[in-house]
C-alpha cells in the first residue's frame, strides 16, 4: 500500500482498509500527493483517516453518524477542524 500510494499523485480512499489504508494515506501524504476519503459511513479508522486526508466528502448519513448533526455546515466546519482541507 505503502509503495503504490508514493507512485500516485492523488490516492482515492473509501474508508475500507483498515491499516492498509491508513498506510497508504501516510505514504501519499509525506510523497506530497492528494488524498481524498468518500466517507459514507464510519469505519474503525475513520478517525485515523480524518487526519490524513485533503478533501472529505462527507455525506448527510455521514454527518448525521461522525457529528451526531443533520447541520450541513456545522457538521462540515467540525470535519475541517480534524484535518481536511476540504470538506
Do not use: Q
Amino acid at each position: 500500500a505503502a509503495a503504490f500510494a508514493r507512485s500516485a499523485s492523488v490516492l482515492h480512499l473509501d474508508g475500507w482498509g483498515g491499516e492498509s489504508a491508513i498506510v497508504a494515506a501516510e505514504a501519499a501524504r509525506s510523497a506530497g500527493a492528494l488524498a481524498t476519503l468518500d466517507a459514507g459511513s464510519v469505519k474503525p479508522t475513520t478517525d485515523r483517516l480524518l487526519s490524513l486526508v485533503d478533501v472529505l466528502n462527507a455525506p448527510m448519513r455521514f454527518l448525521c453518524a461522525y457529528c451526531g448533526t443533520d447541520d450541513a455546515r456545522g457538521g462540515a466546519e467540525y470535519l475541517l477542524r480534524l484535518g481536511p482541507r476540504l470538506v
